[in-house]
Every structure is written in structure tokens, then in C-alpha cells.
């Protein structure tokens, strides 16, 4: 019997549905996954690299592409998947979830899993107030809730605080791209900055603490957030019995512009059955599979006909049909090699920026030159590196 070997991360909306589907391949074509689950901030310790000499198939995130194009420690999909396969794919995939993981002309992964920021409600504490639909409203109705002792949550840990300015950013007309001299321009900085300080100063006071599945245990356990405007998103936080309360889920405010996450199954380059992984991957990436098995285990699909299947959306009180125009109009972070450790400095920079009340303008002087430190290095070594 064949055996691969997997590594991802312990996220239960990821490796459940990868356990269940595994199970069924087996059964299917007789070839076994066995898949090795690690805490996510290992896969920020451990170089992608050196990862990708332990398995045959990791569960990557699209900024590390730029890591897969200059090492070549991933296998290209495209001389492994016919080119039929691969647009079928591409066609069924959620938003631009397919092409994040595209970079430098050759496809490194496939798209699993869909995410991004977007907005959640518990509706028997919103008492009929209506959804924000845009961040004014989010505001008033922050003054509303306030009289009511009742508050607006956020996530705004280190990570969440770098992908809440990233948001913030793209919506105010100055994304990140890998071709910026500036990480952002710098009147968009500064507006970014002093409306992070808003959420913080109107917002729970918790809300510095918390990563998104902290925010949503909290919202879905307790009585006193009956709305988040901008968070990462997990489905099986609107299905029956996951928590005490269920969840609603809602395009983020404006909708257009929040950051992308997710998932992708790539192929290390060291595996001995690259035939074999490729296979397996664009099964599991299916329509069939992702809009049976994997959205059944409560999976988050990337594939487009299981976000707009009526039984998906039956059993996540309409999570996917609520939430996909903002998937569709996600923001694709830069994946330059570099981008990375970047991300984990701007995150750590702005939460010690909002815990502490630094100087802006200061702070975005800081984010500027560390960006064009970041980009500039990887910049000079493609070009040594280029024959």
C-alpha cells in the first residue's frame, strides 16, 4: 500500500475535514494519508524548507509561495496535474483563492480552505438592530449598544491587529503590493493607525487579547457582544451544538477589502510519489469532496459550489451564501520571500503601538522602513540569484 504523509496545522475546521476525507481516499484507491498535526505558530519557527523534507503534502498559506518560488522546496503543480483539471479547478474555486496560490508563473498549491475577515452577530443580543453595512455604522451602533452595557468585539492580538491595518488599508484606497516603494502611502498610515486607536478605545476592552476563535468563543459563550465587524471567519461557529450560542456570519463592513486567508495542499519537492500527492490533492480539492465529505466534517470549503450549495448553507445558518461577495473581493497579501517575517514584525509592531499608545507617525515610520528593508533584500537577492 502507498503511503503519504501530511503535516498541518491543529485548527479543527482544517484537520477534520482532512482526516475524514483521508479516510474515504483509502477506501476508494487504496492508498493511505496519514496526516501529522502541529500547533500554526511551528509552522512560523520552522522554515517551509525544512518542512517540506518531512512529508509528502503540507498545508501551506499563499504568502508562503514567494518561499516555494525561490527554493523550489515545493513541486509545481502544473507539470503534475493536467492543464484541463487545473482550469476546472480554478473555475470552482471561492473569490481569488485559486490564484493566491499562483506566483512566479507556476501553480504551488491548490486552494482547501477559504477565509477571510468579515463580520459575525449573535442576532437574540442584537435585539433587531440591524447589521452594520458600513463602518459608520458600525460606530453608531457601538454608541447604541453602550447604553444597553453591551459592546462591539474585535480581535486585535499581534497577528490580527497586521491583518486588521492591512484591511483597513486596501479599503482606503492604498494596498500592499510586492511593487510598493511604501508599504502604504503615508496619509493612509496615519488614518489607519488613528482608526485602529478607534476600535480600541470603543470596542471590548478585551479585545487587545484576543485572536479570532478567542473573540467567537467568547461571543458564542457569553451575553455581552452581540456583534464583530472584522474578524477571520470559522462556519462551524454557525452550526447547531459547536457552542452554547450559534454565530451569525455577514460580509464585513463595505465588503470589498478585507484580507484573504485559507489553506492550500501543496506537494513537497522531496516526496517519493509526486503523481501520487498531485492526485490526491486535486481530488480533495474537488467539487465532489469539498461539497460532501469535507464541508460534512466542518470544513470551510475553497470550492465555489459548496459555498453556494443550499445544504452548506442549511446546516451554517446561511454562513457561506451570507459572507461570499466578501470572499470574492478579498485582498491577496504580497508573497514575496520576505513577506513573512514582515507580516510577524508589523503585527507585533502595532499591537505594542495600540497596548501602549506610541507615537503614530513614529510607528509608521517604523513600518515603512522595515517594509522597504523587507522588499528591498528580497529584491537584490532574486537578482543575484537570477542565471
Not at 97 to 120: E, G
Not at 145 to 150: A, S
Not at 225 to 251: E, Q, T, V, W
Amino acid at each position: 500500500m502507498i503511503i503519504l504523509n501530511g503535516i498541518t496545522w491543529d485548527q479543527s475546521s482544517i484537520y477534520g475535514p482532512l482526516a475524514a476525507a483521508s479516510k474515504l481516499y483509502e477506501e476508494q484507491f487504496g492508498i493511505r494519508v496519514e496526516w501529522e498535526k502541529r500547533p500554526l505558530s511551528s509552522f512560523k519557527d520552522q522554515s517551509l524548507p525544512d518542512l517540506a523534507t518531512k512529508a509528502d503534502l503540507l498545508i501551506i498559506q499563499h504568502p508562503q509561495t514567494g518561499v516555494a518560488g525561490e527554493t523550489n522546496c515545493l513541486l509545481n503543480l502544473d507539470e503534475l496535474l493536467p492543464y484541463e483539471q487545473l482550469q476546472e479547478l480554478e473555475h470552482q474555486s471561492a473569490g481569488p483563492v485559486f490564484l493566491s496560490y499562483y506566483y512566479q508563473q507556476k501553480q504551488w498549491a491548490l486552494p482547501l480552505d477559504a477565509t477571510m475577515q468579515c463580520a459575525a452577530s449573535r442576532p437574540d443580543l442584537l435585539d433587531g438592530h440591524p447589521v452594520p453595512t458600513n463602518w459608520d455604522e458600525v460606530f453608531e451602533l457601538a454608541e447604541i449598544l453602550k447604553q444597553q452595557h453591551l459592546n462591539i468585539g474585535m480581535a486585535l492580538s499581534a497577528t490580527d491587529c497586521m491583518y486588521t491595518f492591512l484591511s483597513l488599508a486596501v479599503h482606503l484606497g492604498s494596498a500592499p503590493r510586492e511593487n510598493n516603494t511604501l508599504l502604504v502611502t503615508k496619509e493612509v498610515g496615519m488614518l489607519v493607525l488613528e482608526g485602529m486607536r478607534k476600535l480600541r478605545d470603543n470596542f471590548h476592552p478585551k479585545c487587545l487579547d484576543w485572536t479570532p476563535i478567542e473573540l467567537y468563543d467568547h461571543m458564542a459563550t457569553e451575553d455581552d457582544i452581540p456583534y464583530s465587524p472584522l474578524a477571520f471567519c470559522y462556519n462551524n461557529y454557525s452550526r447547531d451544538g459547536f457552542r452554547k450560542n450559534r454565530l451569525r456570519f455577514h460580509n464585513a463592513p463595505d465588503v470589498k477589502d478585507v484580507v484573504l486567508g485559507g489553506a492550500g495542499i501543496a506537494v513537497s519537492a522531496t516526496t517519493s510519489a509526486p503523481a501520487e500527492a498531485a492526485k490526491y490533492a486535486a481530488w480533495l480539492c474537488s467539487a465532489a469532496v469539498q461539497n460532501d465529505v469535507y464541508v460534512n466534517a466542518q470544513g470551510q470549503p475553497a470550492n465555489i459550489i459548496a459555498w453556494k450549495d443550499p445544504a452548506a448553507n442549511a446546516m451554517t445558518d446561511n454562513f457561506f451564501s451570507n459572507t461570499i461577495d466578501t470572499l470574492t473581493y478579498a485582498y491577496v497579501r504580497p508573497r514575496y520571500n520576505g513577506w513573512a517575517a514582515f507580516e510577524q514584525y508589523l503585527g507585533e509592531t502595532l499591537h505594542t503601538f495600540l497596548k501602549h499608545n506610541s507615537n503614530a507617525a513614529e510607528v509608521l515610520e517604523q513600518i515603512q522602513e522595515a517594509y522597504h528593508f523587507s522588499y528591498a533584500y528580497n529584491k537584490k537577492s532574486n537578482q543575484q540569484n537570477t542565471p
